[in-house]
């Protein structure tokens, strides 16, 4: 089966943004009364817009995955879910926050998503050489 290193790839891709539930993306230098900064520290649970961009690019990963048989369709949804983990995180920040102001991202946060990023990349470039091989294979008919 041609289709395992994106699969692998893509799957680590929609897993690892699942520990951002946990882990700090953003913290304040000081602690509010209320808000998502009352303890000083915000997690991806904490914040609807957030919250729903990382569903989102959850649910278009792992629906790329599926998607084997239209190699074109793969690779363009994958592309969506790309910028959508690109973006996500400071976006998710900024609309639940709504300012930049004493906000500092987490660097536990950010190598998460960068991976994120990585993994989703290197599965495109293998879902394109899969494309190559494919129509290399439909010359030699």
Avoid: C
């Amino acid at each position: 089966m041609i289709q395992t290193k994106q699969t692998v790839l893509l799957w680590l891709a929609a897993l690892l943004p699942i520990s951002l539930f946990r882990v700090a993306i953003a913290s304040t230098a000081e602690p509010t009364t209320e808000g998502i900064f009352a303890d000083s520290a915000y997690t991806l649970g904490e914040g609807t817009p957030g919250l729903i961009i990382y569903l989102v690019a959850l649910i278009f990963t792992v629906a790329v995955t599926f998607m084997y048989k239209n190699r074109h369709t793969q690779v363009k949804l994958a592309q969506v879910a790309l910028i959508l983990f690109a973006i996500g995180l400071p976006a998710g920040i900024y609309l639940s926050v709504g300012t930049w102001t004493g906000v500092s991202l987490a660097i536990p946060a950010a190598i998460i998503n960068i991976l994120s990023v990585v993994l989703i990349i290197l599965s495109i470039r293998f879902i394109q050489n899969d494309i190559k091989i494919v129509k290399s294979m439909d010359r030699l008919r």
